[in-house]
């Protein structure tokens, strides 16, 4: 048999359903859900107005653009450990550079340097 429930615990209930933050987030979870349906249908109509015929397929690169690319990588790994040692250098003398230390960085600065403009 179900239980009786008492009007002034039904009521309690409500009020602190009401006081706690739950009416807050069902009030923002529905305007969340307002706000993807509108997106989805605006999609949806910009979809309708593409010609699918108008857009083709994208080639992959070219032979020309693969060698310019491997060109380009070679150059960045032939220069990053030149770059490396020097700010790895830096960093190790920061605060307290002798003029061993001026002399050293100018090495690696212009090592670097040529690794850079080859």
């Known amino acids: 048999m179900p239980r009786a429930i008492q009007v002034e615990q039904a009521q309690a209930a409500v009020r602190q359903i009401q006081d706690s933050s739950i009416p807050v987030l ?3 979870i529905s305007a969340d859900l ?3 349906q509108r997106l989805i249908s605006n999609l949806r ?8 015929k108008a857009y083709v397929k994208i080639e992959p690169w070219s032979t ?6 491997n ?3 070679a150059d960045v790994d032939a220069v990053t450990p030149a770059r490396k040692k ?7 003398v920061h605060k307290k ?4 230390d001026c002399v050293r960085l100018a090495q690696l600065a212009i090592e670097w340097g040529r690794k850079a403009v080859r």
């Open 97 to 100: 550079e002798t003029v061993e």
């Open 86 to 92: 020097f700010k790895d250098y830096k960093k190790k």
């Open 64 to 69: 020309e653009i693969f060698a310019a690319y």
């Open 26 to 28: 069902t009030n923002e």
């Open 45 to 52: 109509t910009w979809m309708g107005t593409l010609d699918r």
């Open 34 to 36: 307002d706000r993807a």
């Open 71 to 73: 060109a380009y990588k």
